[in-house]
């Protein structure tokens, strides 16, 4: 029986070696397939125009040129654009995120009629494709004469932002034990200063990871922008159209304007990091 045993535990520990190592390959090929667009991306900004379109393409930019970034600041208005979509993106996370935390600390605290139904509710309207309610949503801000408008922009936003803001803030709270209000409701705090005091800093990078990836959905957000919005109000993601015209696509140029896109996205990623990380972690140990 132990000469048996003996000769087993070899086999499991090589068995879970063999695994991990398995997972790393797969874990490196993911991470191959997800950065390798990016490189691509930056290689394209970089490199000569006429090597964009190469048909043997070099994957490394040689030699290194900075013209495609003066031609996509040339080639139409680059600053408003995206002063627009900063503008649109800023507004609607914060009133997102203000409406939402409320809208989600309700449904996570309080016990009312119909409180499932709203649950549901938020569920489908994530479900919904945002090219089945075009038209309804340009007929309504056409009639509310809010059309070509940032404010009926930000409102259209606020349909799949919101939703989604309530569902990500609900997970946070929910994970939140409630003895810990009750215990500073105890001690002589009232229902808003327990939150204030007890809640909200646990919830805090919650709120951040959450606020971030709203943000990118309004920041990447193309359809709505480019059905609701004139030429003259574009938005960033929009104005990356003017590089595809009828004589072909400026690819260099196109990809240097998409890296300058990029950089708000990783700005803000990089200020917000240390909390990305502990919203993204939290709830994974309760108590």
Request: net charge positive.
């Amino acid at each position: 029986m132990s000469t048996t045993t003996a000769g087993t535990r070899p086999r499991r520990t090589a068995r879970r070696r063999g695994g991990k190592l398995g997972y790393n390959l797969l874990g490196l090929v993911v991470l191959a397939c997800s950065a390798f667009p990016v490189y691509w991306m930056l290689n394209t900004a970089f490199k000569p125009a006429k090597d964009a379109i190469d048909p043997d393409p070099h994957f490394f930019p040689w030699p290194v040129t900075l013209d495609n970034f003066r031609r996509a600041l040339d080639i139409a208005d680059f600053w408003g654009p995206v002063g627009r979509s900063l503008t649109v993106s800023l507004v609607t996370v914060a009133i997102a995120t203000v409406v939402g935390l409320l809208a989600a600390l309700a449904i996570s605290r309080f016990a009312f009629h119909g409180r499932k139904a709203v649950i549901i509710g938020i569920l489908t309207v994530q479900m919904i494709p945002l090219v089945a309610m075009i038209i309804p949503v340009f007929l309504l801000l056409n009639d509310l004469g809010q059309y070509d408008r940032l404010t009926g922009l930000i409102v259209t936003y606020l349909t799949f932002v919101l939703p989604f803001t309530i569902w990500m803030l609900r997970g946070f709270i929910v994970n939140i034990p409630k003895e810990l209000e009750e215990a500073a409701m105890v001690d002589g705090c009232s229902r808003t200063g327990a939150f204030l005091r007890v809640v909200f800093p646990l919830l805090a990078p919650g709120i951040v990871a959450t606020s971030v990836y709203g943000f990118i959905q309004a920041w990447n957000e193309w359809l709505y922008a480019l059905m609701l919005m004139s030429q003259e109000h574009q938005t960033a993601t929009v104005w990356l159209g003017n590089f595809s015209t009828q004589r072909g696509t400026e690819f260099a140029p196109m990809m240097a304007g998409s890296t300058m896109m990029a950089v708000p996205i990783v700005v803000l990623f990089l200020s917000v990091q240390k909390k990305m990380a502990a919203g993204l972690t939290a709830g994974a140990v309760k108590g």
